[in-house]
T-cell receptor, first 114, second 111 residues
Framework: SQTIHQWPATLVQPVGSPLSLECTVE??????LYWYRQAAGRGLQLLFY??????ISSEVPQNLSASRPQDRQFILSSKKLLLSDSGFYLC?????????????FGPGTRLTVL | KQEVTQIPAALSVPEGENLVLNCSFT??????LQWFRQDPGKGLTSLLL?????REQTSGRLNASLDKSSGRSTLYIAASQPGDSATYLC??????????FGAGTRLFVKA
């Protein structure tokens, strides 16, 4: 069966510090991978998606970047965090044959920027 | 621009009651609709996926329906239990790897 991991679970960082969040998927090959951010009381916002190693698409201009160094690893980064980067970050995967397949989510990372 | 709305934003019901959660979307050109459950501070758990060609899907006490032409989906929960308390989100896939989420309905089932 497939499993998706995210770490860390929670993170408190000062403004201006760097960020690295990691997501790994087990039990599937060549998945589509996604990074979402969830703000309190609002729907999820798609930040990045990837259809393969090194292939990253950004949905919104922002202070963040993403990378996919391995087939089942997806990393969200920032060089200098802003207060507005605080939120709940969720990684997800779907079957690669089609973009609209069922999405499965990880446990999330709660980021607080102070 | 596709928008997804979930009404009500919050709902409190006594245990054992059957209930319906609503999801509406503004553009009927969707490929599928997915219902999720989210517990506080946790990730999303997929409940049901309905393809655009389907009318409904069932899993245990859950039944989701889809009426694409009217831009509506409902999630029916039979015989609700306190363990069903969570936030329920619907999401529509519009193509190009874009999924639009509603803000969710927060459900509380009283014992």
């Amino acid at each position: 069966s497939q499993t998706i991991h995210q770490w860390p679970a929670t993170l408190v960082q000062p403004v201006g510090s760097p960020l690295s969040l990691e997501c790994t998927v087990e039990g599937t090959s060549n998945p589509n991978l996604y990074w979402y951010r969830q703000a309190a009381g609002r729907g999820l916002q798609l930040l990045f998606y990837s259809v393969g190693i090194g292939q990253i698409s950004s949905e919104v201009p922002q202070n963040l970047s993403a990378s996919r160094p391995q087939d089942r690893q997806f990393i969200l980064s920032s060089k200098k965090l802003l207060l507005s980067d605080s939120g709940f970050y969720l990684c997800a995967w779907s079957v690669a044959e089609r973009g609209g397949g069922e999405q499965f989510f990880g446990p999330g990372t709660r980021l607080t920027v102070l | 621009k596709q928008e997804v709305t979930q009404i009500p934003a919050a709902l409190s019901v006594p245990e054992g009651e059957n209930l319906v959660l609503n999801c509406s979307f503004t553009d009927s050109a969707i490929y599928n609709l997915q219902w999720f459950r989210q517990d506080p501070g946790k990730g999303l758990t997929s409940l049901l996926l309905i393809q655009s060609s389907q009318r409904e899907q069932t899993s245990g006490r859950l039944n989701a329906s889809l009426d694409k032409s009217s831009g509506r989906s409902t999630l029916y929960i039979a015989a609700s239990q306190p363990g069903d308390s969570a936030t329920y989100l619907c999401a529509v896939y519009t193509g190009g790897f874009k999924t639009i989420f509603g803000a969710g309905t927060r459900l509380f089932v009283k014992a």
